[in-house]
């Protein structure tokens, strides 16, 4: 039996929601109710019944749904949400999904070694300042080669548009997209070290009204306008805050 009332919240978040056949709208707000029920469960394992169960693998077998409309409601949702506040922070970052014991997986390719398979995601959620999250607005999913896999100095010479170094570009052109939605927001754009590259800057540089960069430095870079670089030049500032991490 599908849920006929899903918390006020789901039909929200999905309100916009369309695979082309209501059915599958409705199966899509009764899994995101199930799952927020059970949210240590799988999706199988959340489900109310075993109809429920069966109607989840039809729903991810169905040609009709997208994860691209799936996330276009909740994108939506998200940017709604984050018009209520001056200062809004865009954090992308990559991590690996790894199916090493699941050989049927198709189109997975190495991660860390050519005997771990998975794939690398790499999405865009909002936060305020204050760490409340606001949603994810994007998502990039993607395997790599394995015949070009641990080939480093080759990639050296690739176009950026060819390295996995490119989604960085990619995470911030959608978020160009984002800002252009919050008028009256400040997005910033918040990505580790690994996004240090003159490509990222190029990009924010020649986009009028695009969002602030917040890099990690990895570069030993020229500060503009000074004689100094950015390490010589942190170390002469006077600490600014301390926040003490307990690590188990």
């Given at each position: 039996?599908?849920l006929?009332?899903?918390?006020?919240?789901?039909?929200?978040?999905?309100d916009?929601?369309n695979?082309?056949?209501?059915?599958l709208?409705?199966?899509?707000?009764?899994?995101?109710?199930?799952?927020?029920?059970?949210?240590?469960?799988?999706?199988?394992?959340?489900?109310?019944?075993?109809a429920?169960?069966?109607?989840?693998?039809?729903f991810?077998?169905?040609?009709?749904?997208?994860?691209?409309?799936?996330?276009?409601?909740?994108?939506?949702?998200?940017?709604?949400?984050?018009?209520?506040?001056?200062?809004?922070?865009?954090?992308?970052?990559?991590?690996?999904?790894?199916?090493?014991?699941?050989?049927?997986?198709?189109?997975?390719?190495?991660l860390?070694?050519?005997?771990?398979?998975?794939?690398?995601?790499?999405?865009?959620?909002?936060?305020?300042p204050?760490?409340?999250?606001?949603?994810t607005?994007?998502?990039?999913?993607?395997?790599?080669?394995?015949?070009?896999?641990?080939?480093?100095k080759?990639?050296?010479?690739l176009?950026?548009?060819?390295?996995?170094?490119?989604?960085?570009?990619?995470?911030?052109?959608?978020?160009?997209?984002?800002?252009?939605?919050?008028?009256?927001?400040?997005?910033?754009?918040?990505?580790?070290?690994?996004?240090?590259?003159?490509?990222?800057?190029?990009?924010?540089?020649?986009?009028?009204?695009?969002?602030?960069?917040?890099?990690?430095?990895a570069?030993?870079?020229?500060?503009?306008?000074?004689?100094?670089?950015?390490?010589?030049?942190?170390?002469?500032c006077?600490?600014?805050?301390?926040?003490?991490?307990?690590?188990?």
């Amino acid at each position: 039996m599908l849920l006929n009332s899903p918390p006020e919240w789901i039909s929200t978040e999905l309100d916009t929601v369309n695979f082309g056949d209501e059915r599958l709208n409705t199966r899509a707000m009764t899994i995101l109710s199930d799952q927020y029920s059970k949210p240590q469960e799988t999706l199988y394992g959340s489900s109310s019944d075993e109809a429920n169960a069966k109607g989840v693998y039809r729903f991810q077998s169905n040609e009709k749904v997208s994860e691209e409309e799936l996330l276009k409601s909740h994108r939506e949702a998200s940017v709604a949400r984050a018009q209520q506040y001056s200062v809004v922070l865009g954090v992308h970052d990559t991590t690996q999904l790894a199916f090493s014991n699941q050989s049927q997986k198709e189109r997975t390719g190495p991660l860390q070694t050519k005997k771990q398979q998975g794939f690398l995601l790499h999405p865009i959620t909002l936060f305020t300042p204050e760490k409340l999250p606001l949603g994810t607005v994007d998502v990039n999913l993607w395997s790599r080669d394995e015949e070009t896999f641990g080939k480093s100095k080759d990639r050296a010479r690739l176009p950026i548009e060819e390295k996995e170094s490119y989604r960085w570009l990619l995470s911030y052109r959608q978020l160009v997209q984002i800002q252009a939605q919050l008028p009256t927001s400040e997005l910033v754009s918040v990505s580790d070290a690994e996004s240090d590259i003159y490509e990222l800057f190029l990009e924010a540089h020649n986009t009028a009204q695009g969002p602030t960069l917040l890099v990690r430095a990895a570069h030993n870079r020229q500060l503009e306008n000074e004689v100094k670089k950015l390490w010589p030049s942190m170390e002469a500032c006077s600490t600014g805050f301390e926040i003490e991490l307990e690590i188990p």
